[in-house]
């Protein structure tokens, strides 16, 4: 969830939104937000003073918020890795810096108006479409805001939209820029290629010492040995804390009972199944096999190849047909009969039946116990988390805890932070990629937070050691950088070659004729456009594609490491109507980038001119992160 929410971040819609905020850190400087001060104000806009308490309110509602996203408590760590301090206090600057414009213009609201606005607030209106005030106050209440806070807010939100209207109200995209757009965006080419693999250069034979020592020295960063560390991890989940001793063969008898489905293979049918327009036509079939007609005659009267009547070996769970499974099982090896279907009368014969397997109990009796004692222990984990917690806080050690409430602590020897040892191998880690991952954010000596595992646990973990990162001597990999150096020459060759290509092209010499020199074959695209995708050609072919006009010639880098050399063949210009609704939908879109851009600008510039300055200490104290690491 939360790696979906830091690619959610790269989207361009929320780099819009973060531009201001992006903008506005430029503008202060480092010097303003080193800021000292009174602690009850965190940031002054001009004469515009923001309570540390409205930025601990709006900072507490947007961790509140990602908590229910992700079903559990959002760490200090966590929230900054998100940027979530940074937004908040971004739009609350932003909304300081327009308020204060708005003061200085004389802006303001009445009132009435303001009330109309509320009222007709399409999310306050009740079943009978009118304002509904406990509708209101409910949701203000979900919200965590009270009335006073919700009309100040909504009357410096109306402050805002009239300074925005005023700078971008009515905004529309000219067609020209419409027509370049969607000329950018949806035309299409062809080109013609030829596909140059690795094995076209030369050979690059044996480095001499002096070579892969140069080439060594330049790379040396490609074959440094990495970070490895060793950390011990409690993992306390279902699994683990269960007690499989506490349940009895009865109980697990009885679970064996209930899953009839499980621990073995049902029996399957091989079911012949014809579909007949009517009652008559099915028997006169059922006569006809009785008599000694090939079902593959059947089957011709009615225009279908031989096998199609065969629905092969099937369960009774694989027939759709409920009517058609309930005979088919309750019928003979060899039996023929005919059965009002769902589409109709339906022939069945059936011709193979293999019976149901099943697993003795006793061989399924330890498997069963596990999980039942598993599924019983899942409601003592959260318990068990505040116990740990509180042994923790309590000075006892991860040994000591895990001692006491008989969870093994694991030991994972030197890995790095892939999972992988020195040798290659990858050792299981006890909580998967979030112990991982935590173990190397960690430091030595201290006491990480727990992560948590799969949603039904939680996991622990102390580093003990780590192994600094280091270059490795050239004799240490001698293999890998020779193997590497030849990469590197048989790409350098390919670039030259390719080139040497491009350049006959562009001198006058076909496409065609230069394969033949080369025993390469010429190949057509299908039409394409920017960004999109098309068989034999990579993104970077597909972007050279559109570095000319017809007639460009370019080289980019091919499948399994070979180059490719095009030819821009053909261009094709999309139709341009701007009233009808794709056009109007993009242009919508773009006015919309255009003045947030444009605002982008307006709140930078008058961040500039008012000053800005951050209370860091209290920033600090709120977000919980220390001022010297920001960690």
């Given at each position: 969830?939360l790696?979906q929410?830091?690619?959610?971040?790269?989207?361009?819609?929320?780099?819009?939104?973060?531009?201001?905020?992006?903008?506005?850190?430029?503008?202060?400087?480092?010097s303003?937000?080193?800021g000292?001060?009174?602690?009850?104000?965190?940031?002054?806009?001009?004469?515009?003073?923001?309570p540390t308490?409205?930025?601990?309110?709006?900072?507490?509602?947007?961790?509140?918020g990602?908590?229910?996203?992700?079903?559990?408590?959002l760490?200090?760590?966590?929230?900054?890795q998100?940027?979530?301090?940074?937004?908040?206090?971004?739009?609350?600057?932003?909304e300081?810096?327009?308020?204060e414009?708005?003061?200085g213009?004389?802006?303001?609201?009445s009132?009435?108006e303001?009330?109309r606005?509320?009222?007709?607030d399409p999310?306050?209106?009740?079943?009978?479409?009118?304002f509904?005030?406990?509708?209101?106050?409910?949701?203000?209440?979900?919200?965590d805001?009270?009335?006073?806070?919700?009309?100040?807010?909504?009357?410096?939100?109306?402050?805002?939209?009239?300074?925005?209207d005023?700078?971008i109200?009515?905004?529309?995209?000219?067609?020209t820029?419409?027509?370049?757009?969607?000329?950018?965006?949806?035309?299409?080419?062809?080109?013609?290629?030829l596909?140059?693999p690795?094995s076209?250069?030369?050979?690059?034979?044996?480095?001499?010492?002096?070579?892969l020592?140069?080439y060594?020295?330049a790379?040396?960063?490609?074959?440094?040995?990495?970070?490895y560390?060793?950390?011990?991890?409690?993992?306390?989940?279902?699994?683990?804390?269960?007690?499989?001793?506490?349940?009895?063969?009865?109980?697990?008898?009885?679970?064996?009972?209930?899953?009839?489905?499980?621990?073995?293979?049902p029996?399957?049918?091989?079911v012949?199944?014809?579909?007949?327009?009517?009652?008559?036509?099915?028997?006169?079939?059922?006569?006809?096999?009785a008599?000694?007609?090939a079902?593959?005659a059947?089957l011709?009267?009615?225009?279908?190849?031989?096998?199609?009547?065969?629905?092969g070996?099937v369960?009774k769970?694989?027939l759709?047909?409920?009517?058609v499974?309930?005979a088919?099982?309750?019928m003979?090896?060899?039996?023929?009969?005919v059965?009002?279907?769902?589409?109709?009368?339906?022939?069945?014969?059936?011709?193979?039946i293999?019976?149901?397997?099943?697993?003795?109990?006793?061989?399924?009796?330890?498997?069963?116990?596990?999980?039942?004692?598993?599924?019983?222990?899942?409601?003592?984990?959260a318990?068990?988390?505040?116990?740990?917690e509180?042994?923790?806080?309590?000075?006892?050690?991860?040994?000591?805890?895990?001692?006491r409430?008989?969870?093994?602590?694991?030991?994972?020897q030197?890995v790095?932070?892939?999972?992988?040892?020195a040798?290659?191998?990858?050792?299981?880690?006890?909580?998967g990629?979030?112990?991982?991952?935590?173990?190397?954010?960690a430091?030595?000596?201290?006491?990480?937070?727990?992560?948590?595992?799969d949603?039904?646990?939680?996991?622990?973990?102390?580093?003990?050691d780590?192994i600094?990162?280091?270059d490795?001597?050239?004799?240490e990999?001698?293999?890998?950088?020779?193997?590497?150096?030849?990469?590197?020459e048989?790409?350098l060759?390919?670039?030259?070659?390719a080139?040497?290509?491009?350049?006959?092209i562009?001198?006058?010499?076909s496409?065609?004729?230069?394969?033949?020199?080369?025993?390469?074959?010429?190949?057509?695209?299908?039409?394409?456009k920017?960004?999109?995708?098309?068989?034999g050609?990579?993104?970077?072919?597909?972007?050279?594609?559109f570095?000319?006009?017809?007639?460009t010639v370019?080289?980019a880098?091919?499948?399994?490491?070979?180059?490719?050399?095009?030819v821009v063949?053909?261009i094709?210009?999309?139709?341009?109507?701007?009233?009808?609704?794709?056009?109007?939908?993009?242009?919508?879109?773009?006015?919309?980038?255009?003045?947030?851009?444009?605002l982008?600008?307006?709140?930078?510039?008058?961040?500039?001119?008012?000053?800005?300055?951050v209370?860091?200490?209290?920033f600090?104290?709120v977000?919980g992160?220390?001022?010297?690491?920001?960690?």
């Amino acid at each position: 969830m939360l790696d979906q929410m830091r690619r959610g971040a790269q989207t361009w819609v929320a780099k819009i939104l973060i531009g201001i905020l992006v903008a506005s850190f430029a503008v202060w400087g480092v010097s303003g937000f080193l800021g000292g001060g009174a602690t009850n104000i965190i940031v002054t806009v001009g004469d515009t003073e923001i309570p540390t308490a409205r930025f601990q309110q709006d900072y507490a509602r947007a961790i509140q918020g990602y908590t229910r996203q992700i079903g559990r408590a959002l760490s200090p760590t966590e929230a900054a890795q998100l940027g979530v301090p940074q937004q908040v206090l971004g739009r609350l600057i932003t909304e300081a810096t327009m308020s204060e414009v708005a003061n200085g213009l004389g802006l303001g609201l009445s009132d009435a108006e303001l009330a109309r606005q509320i009222k007709t607030d399409p999310s306050f209106q009740g079943a009978a479409g009118n304002f509904d005030r406990e509708r209101m106050r409910m949701l203000l209440q979900q919200s965590d805001l009270t009335e006073a806070q919700y009309v100040e807010a909504m009357f410096g939100l109306a402050e805002r939209r009239q300074i925005a209207d005023g700078l971008i109200g009515g905004l529309e995209t000219p067609n020209t820029y419409l027509e370049a757009v969607n000329r950018y965006q949806n035309e299409e080419r062809t080109v013609r290629y030829l596909t140059l693999p690795p094995s076209a250069a030369p050979a690059p034979g044996e480095p001499t010492d002096e070579a892969l020592a140069t080439y060594f020295e330049a790379n040396k960063a490609q074959f440094r040995a990495p970070e490895y560390r060793t950390f011990a991890v409690m993992l306390a989940d279902p699994q683990t804390i269960a007690d499989p001793a506490s349940v009895s063969d009865d109980e697990a008898r009885a679970a064996y009972d209930r899953a009839s489905g499980r621990f073995g293979t049902p029996e399957k049918r091989r079911v012949d199944q014809i579909v007949f327009p009517d009652r008559a036509a099915a028997d006169a079939a059922v006569a006809a096999l009785a008599t000694g007609t090939a079902i593959d005659a059947i089957l011709a009267e009615r225009g279908l190849k031989p096998g199609d009547a065969d629905l092969g070996l099937v369960a009774k769970t694989d027939l759709i047909d409920a009517a058609v499974a309930d005979a088919a099982f309750a019928m003979a090896a060899g039996e023929t009969r005919v059965v009002d279907g769902r589409f109709g009368p339906v022939l069945l014969r059936v011709t193979e039946i293999a019976p149901s397997a099943r697993q003795p109990f006793d061989e399924v009796k330890d498997t069963l116990k596990q999980e039942i004692a598993a599924e019983r222990a899942t409601a003592d984990v959260a318990s068990l988390y505040d116990e740990v917690e509180d042994a923790r806080a309590g000075g006892s050690t991860l040994a000591e805890i895990g001692e006491r409430f008989k969870i093994p602590l694991q030991t994972v020897q030197a890995v790095d932070a892939t999972g992988a040892t020195a040798d290659g191998t990858k050792p299981a880690v006890p909580g998967g990629t979030a112990v991982l991952t935590g173990a190397f954010d960690a430091d030595p000596g201290t006491e990480p937070d727990p992560v948590q595992v799969d949603r039904r646990g939680f996991a622990w973990f102390e580093v003990s050691d780590v192994i600094p990162a280091r270059d490795r001597t050239l004799d240490e990999v001698r293999d890998p950088v020779v193997a590497a150096w030849r990469e590197a020459e048989t790409a350098l060759a390919l670039d030259k070659l390719a080139t040497d290509v491009a350049e006959r092209i562009r001198g006058g010499e076909s496409i065609d004729a230069a394969a033949t020199t080369l025993n390469a074959t010429v190949a057509t695209s299908a039409p394409f456009k920017r960004g999109g995708t098309v068989d034999g050609l990579t993104p970077q072919a597909v972007a050279a594609a559109f570095s000319g006009g017809t007639g460009t010639v370019a080289t980019a880098p091919a499948q399994d490491g070979g180059r490719t050399v095009l030819v821009v063949d053909q261009i094709t210009e999309p139709a341009f109507f701007a009233e009808t609704p794709e056009m109007s939908e993009l242009g919508g879109e773009l006015s919309r980038a255009i003045g947030n851009s444009l605002l982008t600008d307006y709140v930078t510039e008058m961040e500039r001119t008012l000053g800005v300055a951050v209370n860091q200490q209290a920033f600090s104290a709120v977000v919980g992160l220390d001022r010297d690491t920001g960690s």
